[in-house]
C-alpha cells in the first residue's frame, strides 16, 4: 500500500491576513483550506509547497522558518 505525502502552505501576508482556499469538487461540499495538494515523485516537500501555492493561487511564494 502506498502512503500518501503532501505539503501545505500557511500564506500570510504584512496584515497578517491568512490565505485561504476554496476546495471541493463540484459535487462535493466545499470548504476552505490552505493551499495543499500531494508531493510528485521526485520533487521534495519543500518544493510541493511551492508548487501546490502556485498552482491553487497563482502566487510565487517563498519559505520561511517564522
Known amino acids: 500500500m502506498n502512503m ?3 505539503a ?4 500570510v501576508n504584512s ?3 491568512l490565505l485561504m482556499v476554496l476546495q471541493g469538487k ?3 461540499e466545499k470548504r ?3 493551499p495543499s495538494g ?4 521526485e520533487e521534495t ?3 510541493c509547497c511551492i508548487r501546490e501555492v502556485y498552482e491553487e ?6 519559505l520561511s522558518k517564522k
Open 45 to 47: 516537500l519543500e518544493d
Open 38 to 41: 500531494g508531493k510528485e515523485q
Open 8 to 11: 501545505a502552505g500557511v500564506c
Open 57 to 62: 493561487t497563482g502566487y510565487h511564494v517563498k
Open 4 to 6: 500518501w505525502v503532501g
Open 15 to 17: 496584515d497578517r491576513q
Open 32 to 34: 476552505w483550506s490552505v
Open 26 to 28: 463540484p459535487e462535493e
